[in-house]
């Protein structure tokens, strides 16, 4: 009981440390939906024939009025009056293309304010007018969105703020009797509001997932290569496969390493080299090759079987040649006072000393061999494997099936790792591990 404690205490500290990461990763987008006005409920005000006065001096100079909520840029219902005289938001485009040098625009219209990628421009300062043509000091930049506005521009939306083109007389009613505002967003009124109405969830709850793994479980019958049991079980035969043949290759490759040492300073670097290589580039290439071969890469176990065994080989490599030479130098000399042969010396000495270091190496390529495995099902399309699951799921947006296929695959990373070590009571039951 004692032995499965800690492991049982951290799975319930992983747990619950799943809510407060759900809410670190989900609550920046509830904020952002909050804040995107685009997702904001909106309601078209009529008022009645006295309309409502905005809020400003009628000075005769200021020009700087305000609703009195904030409002709809694009609200093709809104009026807005001086005393009789109704004003038009209108965007005027000019007659001639901005193409980084021009200075010279036509604009339908002689009056207005003019704007260049939503920045109000000063007439003094930045451009002169002649009727309808305007002259700015420096061309605007290609491709920038110029837009003239004839009788009044929404400076400011966020405080239902605008700026008319010129300042109505002193004494003059600047009014409006309908306009359409936005009223709150879409997903609630509160921050936990909209955390919980989003329609996918980065991060979700431990038992949102746990919710989903029945119903995922249940979704294709086994007879389907599509179940997600038939499909680890595929992957795990994979992953076994490289494991077989990535350390048959590193246990050859480290016993000619200590055998001939220069065969080790010619070949070393390039492996060491061939781990440089992204398998994200690398698998394609091999699956080219393989379907030159006539091989049908989505049904076939060679693609995973060579990619995990390229990955996996490595460690296993460095830690036999480590192992096999990690010998008391009184023992070989002992064993040459007694004349034995080489392979007296490698079977008898060296080989048992390695087996411990080559199921270490064994353990650490596991892991990258089912990494290589699900990239590899991934890139050939494999429907039979859980690389393809998880890149359907992605596509898919269920990010909570998402999950459930990396608790599976780091489960069963766990069980492979825990396979090997079994072995390695069985072939080298000398060593306590």
């Given amino acids: 009981m004692n032995r499965y404690l800690p492991i049982a205490i951290v799975l319930i500290l992983v747990i619950a440390l799943g809510y407060p990461l759900a809410l670190l990763f989900g609550l920046p987008l509830a904020r952002r939906d909050m804040n995107d006005l685009r997702k904001w409920d909106k309601e078209t005000l009529q008022l009645d024939k006295n309309g409502e006065t905005l809020t400003g001096n009628v000075d005769g100079q200021n020009r700087t009025f305000s609703f009195a909520k904030r409002i709809v840029e694009n609200d093709t219902e809104r009026t807005l009056y001086i005393d009789n005289q109704a004003l038009i938001y209108q965007a005027e485009r000019p007659e001639e293309r901005v193409d980084g040098e021009r200075k010279s625009f036509t604009f339908p219209s002689d009056r207005g304010l003019i704007v260049v990628d939503n920045q109000l421009l000063n007439e003094a300062l930045d451009y002169s007018r002649l009727g309808n043509q305007i002259d700015f000091s420096s061309p605007p930049a290609r491709n920038a969105q110029l837009r003239q506005y004839p009788d009044y521009y929404l400076s400011d939306l966020s405080n239902g703020e605008i ?122 290439v091999m699956l080219l090759v393989l379907g030159n071969f006539g091989i049908t890469i989505q049904t076939s176990l060679l693609p995973t079987a060579i990619i995990g065994a390229y990955i996996c080989f490595f460690p296993v490599v460095v830690s036999t040649v480590k192992g096999l030479r990690a010998i008391d130098p009184l023992i070989l000399d002992l064993m040459k006072s007694y004349a034995a042969h080489p392979l007296e010396v490698f079977w008898k000495v060296r080989f048992p000393a390695a087996v411990p270091f080559f199921f ?43 999950w459930i296929l990396l608790i599976i695959s780091g489960l069963l990373g766990i069980g492979l790792v825990a396979l090997v070590g079994l072995l390695q009571r069985l072939f080298a039951p000398w060593e306590h591990i």
């Fill in 163 to 284: 700026l008319l083109t010129k300042a109505p007389e002193a004494g003059s009613r600047v009014w409006t009797d309908r306009y359409t505002v936005y009223t709150q967003p879409s997903c609630g009124e509160t921050l936990m509001a909209c955390f919980y109405a989003l329609p996918q969830h980065p991060v979700p709850y431990p038992h949102w997932i746990a919710k989903r793994i029945l119903p995922f479980f249940s979704k294709f019958p086994l007879t389907d290569e599509r179940n997600i049991i038939r499909s680890t079980l595929y992957t795990s035969l994979g992953t076994l496969a490289s494991l077989a043949l990535g350390g048959a290759v590193g246990i050859i490759l480290a016993v000619l390493f200590v055998l001939f040492r220069p065969l080790e300073r010619a070949l070393l670097p390039w492996t060491i080299a061939s781990q440089t290589i992204p398998i994200i580039a690398l698998v394609p």
């Fill in 360 to 402: 270490t190496g064994l353990k650490l390529g596991t892991a990258a061999a089912l990494v290589g495995a699900l990239v590899a099902e991934t890139e050939s399309n494999n429907r039979r494997g859980l690389g393809f699951q998880i890149l359907g799921q992605v596509q898919s947006g269920n990010v909570a099936d998402v």
